[in-house]
Structures are given as structure tokens and as C-alpha cells.
């Protein structure tokens, strides 16, 4: 690794020591569990197998990275990944009606169904060069560790745990979601747990950095996109319109005033106005002018109170705006809601977060519990067993177009999921 790889490393790992639980938090039952499952010669196999496939994962993860994916745009990579998927010992493999890659492997009794997932679309416009660059041991490009590496893994799960002729007692399903990102809005996992969506008991999602990560609390969203729109017309000729800019400008000061207040106490709640666009030239009174802005809390309460605050900031805007006009017709607003991620805690006790934590506990890492956004808010959100685990490695620059990622260890991450995978779905 060159010096600004290592400097972030030595970064995140201060970071990550503050989010750390006690090793006293994990039940020594599933310590033992955890324990006696990985000396099961089946298992040990698979362990085996997965570092004989790690050239073929390195071969995986950067045909999929060159497949462009972005949100409502991730075909392609469906259809490349369901061919690698229906090349496994699948029951059965679809894409279904909003672009999901699911494929079904039945266990011996059927009695539950765990879902294992990652998703395919990333943040980058299709135009974006996704070329993999390798430099010594690292690879560069964007999207290259979010998420790109969890639909590696996914398969080589498969190939491992086929090869050491392991039979599971419940069903399976191996996941690539749409929609994870960005205005995506967790589109794929939302269409997933709909009311007449496939029974899902348990939820394993593969999203985040090094292992250690245990996210049980969904961290929630709303996003909007404000418009005001006006008559416009000439700077100078038509003086004393309404401008749908200033509106814009008002809203902002008023929400941010609001939003500042209210933030400094409580649940940790956040805001911010990430776009903003509108107007034709320097001499012409804009006809509209519009924001995008999200708003994050722990609380789906306070959430719930920061929109509210959003809200009456846009109508005293519009109200002041149009008190301001000398001629000409009112200004309206527009407001769209373009995502909502809802919040949500799984206690640290329940059966699958103490796996999830046992089994780091097994590859000598701490594990951290954790909030975020992923995937698994949803099944969080309406108390349905879900962690969302880390893809190992070493990585840095997520979102940017510096994206790198290192295998730096990386099978240790898969060993892990399939061991958590495996204790919650059963070994025959």
C-alpha cells in the first residue's frame, strides 16, 4: 500500500476502536456454536475452498465492476450476474419485476428461508469509465468495493460450500438487489419484503468494509426534491415577479435555522441540501429554481419532526415570496418525495446478531455494532431477523472515482458469511 493508503487505514481503524462492543456482549453459546461449526470437516473444506477460489473471485469481481449499474439502470450486471448464478447448483435462478437477481437453493426441510444479498447498482452514471486498473496488489476502480465485491463473494460462497458437498436444513436465497444507492430508495429489498413478496425469516446483507462491522439499526432517510416554479421573464423589464430563486434561498435560511435548533439535543439527527439547480441565464428571472435535501435520524420520531420542519419552511418561502411580488401571477411550489428509508434497532440479543457477532468473534476481530443505511433497513424496520456484515479487504474512497480495494485477507470475509450463512440456515 502507498502512504495514503495506509494513513486512511490508520484512520479508520481509530475510528472504528470508539464503535467496538465488549467482547462480553456475545453469548458463550454462541462462541461455542460458532466454534464447533468451523472444526466440522465439511466446513473446513469450505474454508479451504474458498482460498483455492480466490484467483476465480479476483476473476469475478472484475468482470461484474466493468459492468456499468447505475440506479434504475442495473440490466446489464442482472443479467451477467444471474449467468454466473444458473452456472451453480441453483433450484432455481430469475431476475424478477424490478430487476432482482434471486436464486433459490432448497434445504431439506424448507421450513424457513434466509436470504443472503448484494447489491448490483452503484453510483456512478453509466458514461463512467469503470475500466479496473491494477497497480502491485491493488485494484482501482469506481464501485470496485461498494458493492461489487458482495456479488463475488456470493458465488464463491456457492462454489465452496457445492464442492465440500454441504446440504443446508432451510432454504437459501442468493441475492443481488437493485436500488441500494442514492435515489434508489431500496427499491429492490422493498419490492423483496412487499405483502405477497417471497417469505423471507432471515436477512444477511454483504455492504460495508472490513470485517468486524455488525449493523443491527437501520439508519433512517427522508429525501426531497423542492421546486418552486414561477411565470419568469426579463431582469430588468419584468422586475417585481415573483423569483422562484429568492423563494429557494428563503427556504433554505428558514429550514437551516429550524433544523439547527432542533439538532442539537436528542437522537443525532442530520440535514443537508445536496443539489440545487434552475435558471437560464445571469439577466432572466428564473421560472424555476429547485433543491434536493436529505435528512437522516436514529429516531424515526425526530424524523418524522425534521420533515415537519422542512415543511413549514418551504411555505413561509412561498408565502414571503409572494407577498414580495408587484406583478404578475403567485409562485407554487412543488414537493416531491424521491426517498424514504425508515429507521429501525434489532436488539443485540436476538439468535442472528449474536451469530453475527460470534462468528467475528471468530476470525479474532472485535465485533462493532453498528448503525447504518443498507439494504437491510427494511427487514430491521418491521422486526424481521437482519445484519448487514462487512466485505473484508482493504478499501477506501467509496462513491468517488479513487475507489481502490486491496485483498488484504479478503477470504476471511467470505469464510465469515458462510459461517454465519450456515449456522442460521442449519448444516444437514
Do not use: C
Request: hydrophobic share 40%; net charge neutral.
Amino acid at each position: 500500500m502507498n502512504k495514503f493508503q495506509l494513513l486512511w487505514l490508520f484512520s479508520f481503524l481509530s475510528i472504528s476502536m470508539i464503535a467496538q462492543v465488549p467482547a462480553s456482549t456475545v453469548e458463550k453459546k454462541y462462541l461455542k456454536e460458532m466454534d464447533d461449526l468451523a472444526k466440522h470437516r465439511k466446513i473446513k473444506k469450505a474454508f479451504n475452498e474458498i482460498v483455492k477460489l480466490e484467483s476465480q473471485t479476483q476473476k469475478d469481481h472484475i468482470y461484474l465492476t466493468e459492468i456499468p449499474a447505475p440506479p434504475f439502470d442495473e440490466m446489464d450486471r442482472a443479467i451477467a450476474f444471474k449467468a454466473m448464478l444458473e452456472k451453480e447448483q441453483f433450484d432455481k435462478v430469475w431476475i424478477d419485476e424490478v430487476g432482482n437477481v434471486l436464486a433459490l437453493w432448497k434445504g431439506k426441510t424448507a421450513a424457513k428461508t434466509i436470504a443472503i444479498d448484494g447489491h448490483l447498482d452503484t453510483v456512478f452514471p453509466r458514461e463512467t469509465d469503470v475500466k479496473v486498473k491494477i497497480k502491485n496488489d491493488t485494484l482501482f476502480a469506481p464501485g470496485i468495493g461498494d458493492d461489487t465485491r458482495a456479488l463475488a463473494m456470493l458465488l464463491t460462497i456457492k462454489r465452496s460450500l457445492d464442492k465440500a458437498k454441504i446440504q443446508l436444513q432451510n432454504d437459501v436465497l442468493f441475492i443481488g438487489t437493485v436500488g441500494e444507492e442514492g435515489i434508489g430508495d431500496l427499491r429492490g429489498v422493498k419490492h423483496l419484503f412487499r405483502e405477497d413478496g417471497p417469505k423471507i425469516d432471515s436477512w444477511i446483507s454483504i455492504d460495508g468494509g472490513r470485517i468486524g462491522r455488525v449493523n443491527n439499526k437501520g439508519l433512517g432517510s427522508k429525501r426531497y426534491k423542492i421546486t418552486y416554479i414561477g411565470p419568469g421573464g426579463h431582469s430588468w423589464g419584468a422586475f417585481g415577479l415573483v423569483n422562484p430563486h429568492h423563494a429557494l434561498g428563503t427556504a433554505i435560511d428558514r429550514f437551516m435555522n429550524l433544523a439547527d435548533d432542533y439538532t442539537k439535543d436528542g437522537a443525532r439527527t442530520s440535514y443537508n441540501v445536496g443539489m440545487i439547480g434552475g435558471g437560464t441565464s445571469v439577466n432572466s428571472i428564473p421560472f424555476e429554481s429547485w433543491m434536493q435535501i436529505d435528512m437522516r435520524s436514529e429516531s424515526p420520531q425526530r424524523l418524522n419532526e425534521i420533515e415537519a420542519l422542512l415543511m413549514t419552511a418551504v411555505q413561509e418561502a412561498l408565502d414571503d415570496q409572494n407577498g414580495r411580488k408587484r406583478l404578475g401571477d403567485d409562485l407554487t411550489v412543488k414537493i416531491e418525495k424521491i426517498g424514504d428509508r425508515p429507521s429501525g434497532e434489532l436488539p443485540d440479543d436476538l439468535e442472528l446478531i449474536q451469530r453475527a457477532m460470534a462468528a467475528t468473534a471468530h476470525f479474532g476481530q472485535v465485533p462493532r455494532l453498528t448503525r447504518g443505511s443498507t439494504n437491510s433497513n427494511i427487514p430491521i424496520s418491521m422486526n424481521i431477523p437482519a445484519v448487514t456484515i462487512g466485505r473484508g479487504g482493504v478499501g477506501a474512497y467509496g462513491h468517488s472515482l479513487n475507489e481502490w480495494w486491496l485483498n488484504k485477507e479478503g477470504y476471511k470475509a467470505i469464510q465469515l458469511a458462510l459461517l454465519l450463512l450456515v449456522s442460521e440456515a442449519g448444516l444437514h
